[in-house]
């Protein structure tokens, strides 16, 4: 594995899907402010949540992005459409599996079958995050794509 | 005072659809008996069973950023989420169909009486009826940053606590809610235990409800029975960040209904006059502090649009914009009751605000200082007791006035007067608004009252011109502001002084009059006194007073704002002009007093006043409440405690000022 090209695609990527989250979020295509969600795991304070959330967001982004090179590694070849479909299917992942168990895992959230309690009063993503926008799953499908294309045009096979 | 309520999950529950039947009971009219209520609800019982309530019969509740009316009869009939200007989701006060309401109140009751917790923002309505008697305790929470940042809050919130004080009662509860003035439809999704959700546009809305709620036809419905010490709790939140905070109900929301009275009677603790009108100046305090958005520190004019200055007429404008010409009053006002924080954050907000246009100022801003919005016509509303056209935008906002430069360089004055220091960028900023006044002071304008007929030479605009000059000669004296060419401004102001001497003054009638060489009178002539160009008790001003007096005079108390105004109320802030320019010197102090306490009736029954009142019936017109009302009293409540304790008044001349600023905290 190419360590160094790793770290540098890897950050390149992570700092891509977050930007364009954020765009998303401040174009109006989305609700879910990520750094928010995250960040309110570690604090109910909402600017320190919004800044632990973007740093966690970061090293959890450049974290998974060992997945994508470890595949790519496998493979034996690495471009940038196989990162859009490594993306795509990270997408899918997150909004199927993470966002359903976003709710057991997220101290501060409720969950639909009980509602909101004194602990836990944040709105949960619902199916595919949809609660969080009708164009949430659009917006996460896009920023991973973008994610899995970078570290695919940059990622350097060893 | 507030109880948790152990009986609140007890109430019993009746669902029914938009065309079950509605409670038999009559109420009798509104308990606040100085205004009319002709068209109060006579035989009514719900929402939509009644007229539009009259303006005074609404109350305001907020947060800094957005703000709600509350009728008398429980419903809520404007709000507009997440600020002032933004589009509404309740609208009733504006069409009694389309606009939306959210409404709260027993099937049956004979008459209400409200209040606001003393000191405070939190608004009570008690519905009294034959059975028994219902509390409803409106609010949009506050909370200090302590209480903040140790849980979740919503982004923006309403609650609404209803409680069975005495008897027993059936309680209806209609939540109707309409997106973009009515123009959009609302689908209410049930969430189940989590709520009813509600997406629109950018944002998101949830409604909390304790009991289930039947939907239809893009509304919820319930109807449920309460006995003496219960209590149910509902929560209506907006949000344009995911994941939204869902509140819980319980004795949660107890505590932050307990947070947000302690967080505004600490507020007024701030406050330092204690002068006989303390009640009023508290709340009239109060009210221009919901209108201030906390964020930026801007003061809107009113958080309404298109109430009517004359029913069933034209005169429907926007206020939720910030207009540079209350500058001035504004600051005076929020300094000498001792609010530095919001006077300095208001001062911050025009110097940096209005950046992108300086030195030219325009004289109407959002709260974030960007330029009104177009005004645009909503054709399909009725308008309140249909005075169309309903406007949004303000078209004002493409006019020349020239009075706001010397508006805001008299509030910069005053704050530096008082103690405040201006840094090298206000500096800047006030020598370009001087400089320019240098260059245009002898434009016509549109001048204060905003005609739509044409620009001319208004001697309030050239007063203001003269302000602008004079101020920032004295703050070069001060030294608090470097730089400036002194000579130039000395030179032009006694230009403008003796234009007006000569050519406002009239002769013939004995009077300052509104233009140069004109011949009517208008009530900002008033302000020559204020602005300390002309003393109250010169010949000058007792003549000009004489003519206002006998030509804008309405029922001896009150005055119009001027000789084209027919058929409009009476501009209320005139009235309070004309008490402090008694309390000045115009006349003597005791009937300063008596006029002021005269005007004191004229507000509704929790102290709040519109735009106008109708000389003939009391009652309030225009948009409601309105900051420059009550600035105005507050102004005119000053001026007669400093004259009775022989303090200098107003602070125009670093001498002057007669408190000097310790910066005072108040968390937010």
Known sequence: MNWLSWLFSGFLATLALSTLLSGSQGLGFTRMNLPYLIGTIVTPNREKARFYGFFIHMLNGWAFSILYVLIFQSWHFVNWWSGVLLGFAHALFVLTVGMSLMPGLHPRMASEQHGPNAARQLEPPGFMALNYGIQTPLSVFLAHGVFGAIIGIFYHLK | ?668
């Not at chain 2, 979740?152 to 409680?163: F, K, N, Q």
């Open chain 2, 1 to 668: 005072m507030l109880h948790s309520g152990k009986r609140s999950a007890k109430v019993r529950i009746h669902l029914h659809s938009r065309e079950s039947s509605r409670g038999e009971g009559t109420i009798s009219g509104a308990a606040h008996s100085k205004f009319p209520t002709a068209n109060s609800p006579a035989e009514g019982i719900h929402f939509p069973d009644i007229q539009f309530p009259e303006i005074q019969d609404y109350a305001l509740i907020g947060d800094c950023r957005a703000a709600a009316l509350v009728s008398r009869y429980g419903s809520i009939e404007w709000l507009c989420w997440p600020r002032f200007e933004k589009s509404s989701i309740f609208a009733a006060i504006l069409d009694r169909k389309l606009g939306g309401h959210w409404t709260i109140s027993p099937a049956s009751y004979q008459h209400t009486k409200r209040s606001y917790i003393p000191s405070t923002n939190v608004l009570q309505t008690r519905f009294i009826g034959p059975e028994g008697t219902v509390l409803l305790t409106d609010l949009m929470p506050m909370s200090s940053t302590a209480f903040s940042k140790s849980r979740v809050l919503p982004d923006h919130e309403i609650i609404r606590r209803v409680e069975c004080t005495d008897g027993q009662a059936e309680v209806k509860f209609d939540f109707a809610p309409r997106a973009n003035y009515g123009r959009n439809a609302v689908v209410i999704g049930n969430k189940g235990r989590l709520g009813l959700r509600m997406e629109c546009g950018h944002g998101v809305y949830w409604l909390r409800s304790p009991i289930p709620l039947a939907i239809s036809d893009g509304s919820a419905q319930a109807s449920f029975a309460m006995r003496k010490g219960d209590s149910i709790n509902f929560s209506f939140s907006y949000s344009e960040e995911a994941p939204a905070v869902l509140p819980v109900l319980n004795d949660a929301i107890v505590a932050r209904i307990q947070e947000t009275v302690t967080w505004w009677q600490k507020w007024v603790e701030l406050a330092e006059y204690k002068g006989e009108f303390r009640d009023q100046v508290i709340r009239s305090a109060l009210t221009l502090k919901l209108m201030n958005h906390l964020p930026s520190g801007a003061i809107i004019a009113a958080p309404t649009t298109s109430l009517p200055e004359k029913i069933g007429a034209e005169l429907n404008w926007d206020y939720r914009y910030c207009w540079l010409r209350d500058a001035s009053l504004t600051t005076r006002a929020l300094l000498e009751l001792g609010y530095w924080r919001e006077a300095g954050d208001f001062l911050d907000w025009m110097l940096h605000a209005t950046r992108l246009t300086q030195p030219k100022l325009r004289i109407v801003y959002t709260v974030f200082g960007e330029k009104a919005p177009k005004e645009e016509l909503l054709e399909a509303l009725t308008g309140y007791k249909n005075s169309r056209p309903v406007r949004i935008g303000n078209a004002a906002r493409n006019q020349l006035q020239l009075d706001v430069y010397g508006e805001v360089i008299d509030a910069a004055a005053q704050y530096a007067f008082h103690g405040g220091t201006l840094d090298r960028e206000m500096q800047k900023a006030l020598r370009g608004f001087a400089n320019y006044v240098v260059k245009h002071w002898e434009e016509p304008d549109e001048g204060i009252w905003e005609p739509r007929s044409g620009r001319e030479n208004h001697t309030h605009s050239r007063l203001l011109c003269w302000v602008a000059l004079d101020r920032m000669i004295a703050l070069c004296e001060k030294g608090s502001l470097k730089k400036a060419p002194l000579d130039t401004y000395k030179k032009q102001a006694e230009l403008i002084r003796n234009q007006i001497r000569d050519r406002a003054w009239n002769p013939d009638l004995q009077s300052y009059v509104s233009v140069l060489g004109g011949n009517t009178v208008d009530a900002s002539l008033l302000l020559l006194s204020w602005y300390g160009f002309e003393k109250a008790d010169s010949p000058r001003m007792r003549g000009t007073y004489k003519m206002l007096r006998e030509r804008l005079g309405e029922n001896g108390q009150l005055i119009k704002r001027n000789e084209d105004s027919s058929g409009e109320g009476a501009f209320a802030i005139c009235s309070f002009w004309e008490a402090e320019f008694l309390s000045l010197g115009g006349g003597i102090l005791e009937d300063a007093k008596q006029l002021l306490r005269q005007l004191l009736k004229f507000s509704n029954d929790l102290g709040l006043y519109s735009e106008e009142i109708d000389p003939k019936t009391g009652a309030a017109l225009g948009n409601f409440p309105q900051a420059f009302t009550h600035i105005g009293l507050i102004g005119a409540a000053l001026s007669i405690a400093q004259c009775e304790e022989g303090e200098q008044q107003l602070a125009h001349r670093p001498e002057q000022a007669t408190k000097q600023g310790a910066t005072q905290e108040v968390s937010a």
